[in-house]
């Protein structure tokens, strides 16, 4: 795992993370990024299901959509 800050606390995500989060930094402006592996309760069935089942709306909507699969 890495550590990234966010909101000036250590945030740990894990190695695959770290790098979408590197590969996908604006050199120059903010960047908003919502990130499922963060922003969803992972061992929370329930809360996941309901999150997954609005993603199409989610991504519909977005005026850009990344996907990282992982990468070198």
């Known amino acids: 795992y890495q550590t990234h800050g966010f909101e000036g606390q250590p945030f740990h995500v894990t190695r695959n993370l770290f790098n979408a989060l ?5 050199p120059s402006q903010t960047r908003l990024l919502w990130i499922d592996a963060i922003s969803i309760n992972q061992t929370d069935i ?5 999150q997954v089942s609005l993603m199409a709306l989610s991504y ?4 850009m959509v990344f996907i990282w699969i992982g990468g070198d």
Do not use: D
């Open 22 to 26: 590197t590969v996908l930094r604006h």
């Open 46 to 50: 329930a809360e996941r299901a309901q």
């Open 60 to 63: 519909s909507q977005a005026a």
